[in-house]
């Protein structure tokens, strides 16, 4: 048996609710949003806990060791995306302008505003539960627009999210009909943060 203890920081549920009130997208969505986010955040530190306890007793190698580190990218995945995009929201939004650092950022990968925004909103009404997000490339600083797949799959290793938006029914649902998937994304666009975002572009 191992006898050293493996030090871990538990992670603490951020708080949101500075977001009620936003445009389009109802409070009562919201409120059900938040507490999945915070089962996110729970069952990342059980999953933690419960590796950490295996390691120590020197099981790493076992099935239910394996079955446990599996789970990592989907939990840790949707606890950290979560609080990206609660993140880049703020109540009434703000406008990207072209002259801003991110408004030209976009424009040198995609010439335009407007042909960035179509096709981040072409990949968000994309079929299936996900995630549109905006990266940036660290190495090149270009960049681009991916969908990913539940939390995990799809992810760029190392790109860095500028401007995630969660298209899991849950996020918009309620508030709208099946088909209304691009009512949500215009939604969601009149509520982002932009100054937020640029603060995570890698300059």
Do not use: C
Not at 65 to 77: I, S
Request: glycine share 8%; hydrophobic share 40%.
């Amino acid at each position: 048996m191992l006898q050293n203890k493996i030090a871990y920081k538990p992670y603490v549920e951020q708080d949101f609710k500075h977001l009620l009130g936003l445009t389009g997208i109802s409070d009562n969505t919201l409120e059900i949003h938040f507490k999945l986010y915070a089962g996110y955040v729970a069952n990342t530190n059980t999953l933690n806990q419960k590796v950490i306890e295996l390691t120590e007793a020197g099981k790493s190698g076992t099935p239910e060791y394996a079955e446990l580190k599996r789970r990592y990218g989907f939990e840790y995945n949707g606890m950290r995306l979560h609080e990206y995009y609660f993140g880049n929201l703020k109540v009434g939004g703000s406008e990207l302008k072209e002259s801003s650092e991110i408004g030209k950022a976009i424009i040198d990968t995609y010439g335009s505003i407007e042909t960035w925004k179509n096709d981040f909103f072409k990949v968000g009404a994309m079929r299936g539960v996900g995630w549109a997000i905006l990266f940036q490339d660290p190495e090149t600083k270009v960049l681009s627009n991916h969908w990913i797949t539940l939390h995990e799959e799809g992810n760029i290793a190392g790109f860095k999210p500028l401007l995630v938006m969660d298209v899991w029914e849950h996020a918009w649902l309620l508030d709208y009909k099946p088909a209304d998937r691009p009512k949500y994304i215009e939604a969601f666009y009149a509520n982002v943060d932009w100054a937020k975002v640029e603060s995570r572009l890698i300059k």
